[in-house]
């Protein structure tokens, strides 16, 4: 398959499910006057709207003005009303497959040859669906943004039981990966200072370690501390990803005393380890853009010209996956033990047979052991095993594996306590990870992982089965 026979391919996926696979059919197309015919009369009220948007007689700001009507009418709306219109939105504005065929079919017989260019252009000009258009002059007005992100937001959890609107949210996600590139993003320092309305926003969005009080977001917001989010020009009071960094002396093994209000300010002057101990996404609506990498980034280059001394960045992130995951493979990390290890376990456990439901029941009440004791060795081991070699797909099965490893981190250290919390001990009997970003190495590991081998420390590959 060549570069753009690959284009094709993912241009139909992402914009209807309903050409996936369809050149040369018409199905679309002869199913839409029965499905007009079944409309109510407050739906063709509605589809009536919509067109007059998109109607090209009228201009860009007439079309932004009457989307801003509809935008106005869809707030006071009923969840059938917005159901409704989803599904106009997606059903009816769709490409014309007759048109999408003809052009891949002359797309195809024109691979190669002189005029592949023109048959190339002539594609992309059919792929453009009214839809599109019609999502664009929602933007168009001030708070159009806002509007579409709140409707993918509330659209994302009825795609599992109504498949006929995964061509809206393919749209969306298409749409919004190109108007919030890293590019037209601004990257600002929230502090102290800044004005109550945004800091406001850090409590409401945090996602990794709940903001408690005025007390504790002080603290996170204190001399030794930074926090930076991306912003849109067109959201300028909504942080759309925001990162928590500590800066110390050394990588810390532990959240409470990053989160302890009463502790002082670390010295600036000793700074060498830049600690990212909380990443948020703030907007639901933009699941599947991605710019955390580029966020991480950006950060450490804005960290190392404020503290030249600074040579480690580092997570301390939670494992959010690791319990449940372990509780469906319990019996497998059993048999991957060597016998002299088991026969401690089981030692220390009652000499009862080592089954995994003692192993999980054990576990359930291990808050007071030690790392070294045999059962916190071996949470320790299956948290090394689940970081360092579970793949799904080629990816990592943890979500926060995924994201930082996808950045080019590496797994670097495991925390045997390091979060004490409910949520903590919820997802990972309160073990956290530190990921390494050596920024030597950040390619090189991306390609480790691309070939499915996780990146990890010597610490881990030893401590893994």
């Known amino acids: 398959m060549n570069v753009a026979t690959s284009w094709l ?4 996926s992402q914009l209807s499910p309903r050409l996936r696979g369809v050149v040369g059919a018409t199905s679309a197309a002869v199913a839409k006057p029965a499905r007009d015919a079944a409309l109510t009369r407050e739906q063709r009220r509605v589809l009536k709207t919509l067109q007059a948007i998109v109607d090209p007689q009228v201009s860009e700001v007439e079309g932004g003005r009457r989307a801003r009507t509809v935008a106005a009418w869809y707030a006071a709306a009923t969840p059938e009303q917005r159901r409704d219109t989803w599904l106009l939105m997606s059903e009816q504005f769709a490409p014309d497959a007759k048109k999408v065929a003809a052009a891949r079919d002359q797309y195809d017989s024109a691979i190669g040859t002189p005029e592949e260019g023109q048959a190339e252009i002539r594609l992309r000009k059919a792929l453009v669906s009214p839809r599109t258009r019609l999502l664009q002059r929602f933007s168009a007005f001030p708070e159009g943004m806002r509007f579409l992100l709140d409707l993918r937001a509330e659209l994302l959890p009825q795609l599992k039981g109504e498949k006929r609107l995964l061509a809206l949210d393919a749209e969306l996600e298409n749409l919004f990966s190109t108007w919030f590139d890293v ?163 089981q030692r220390s456990l009652g000499g009862e047979a080592l089954t995994a439901e003692l192993f999980l029941a054990a576990a359930d009440n291990a808050r007071e052991l030690e790392a070294g004791s045999p059962l916190g060795h071996l949470l320790l081991q299956c948290a ?53 970003y050596d920024l030597k190495r950040l390619d090189k590991h991306r390609v480790q992982l691309g070939q499915g081998k996780i990146p990890v420390s010597g610490e881990i590959a030893k401590l893994a089965f």
């Not at 080629?394 to 080019?408: E, I, M, Q, S, T």
């Open 9 to 12: 391919a993912r241009s139909v």
């Open 183 to 345: 590019g037209f993003l601004e990257l600002r320092r929230m502090s102290w200072d800044s004005p109550a309305s945004l800091i406001e926003k850090l409590i409401k969005y945090e996602a990794v370690h709940d903001i408690r009080s005025w007390a504790d977001l002080k603290n996170r917001l204190d001399s030794d501390r930074r926090c930076y989010g991306f912003f849109h020009p067109r959201l300028p009071d909504e942080p759309l990803i925001f990162v928590e960094v500590a800066l110390l002396g050394e990588m810390p093994g532990s959240i409470a005393p990053l989160l302890d209000e009463t502790a002082a300010a670390s010295d600036l002057s000793k700074a060498t380890t830049a600690i990212f101990y909380s990443i948020s996404n703030t907007q639901t609506g933009l699941r599947g853009v991605s710019f955390g990498d580029s966020l991480i980034k950006r950060v450490v280059e804005t960290l190392r010209a404020e503290f030249p001394k600074l040579k480690t960045f580092v997570t301390l992130s939670p494992i959010p996956g690791f319990r449940g995951w372990l509780g469906r493979h319990a019996g497998a990390m059993l048999e991957r033990m060597e016998r002299r290890a088991r026969t401690e376990l």
């Open 384 to 436: 090394a095993h689940y970081l360092g070699q579970e793949l799904q797909e080629g990816k990592p099965v943890d979500p926060v594996a995924r994201f930082h490893l996808g950045n080019g981190a590496r797994v670097e250290r495991l925390n045997w306590a390091g979060d004490g919390s409910p949520k903590g001990w919820k997802q990972s009997y309160g073990i956290m990870v530190n990921y390494l």
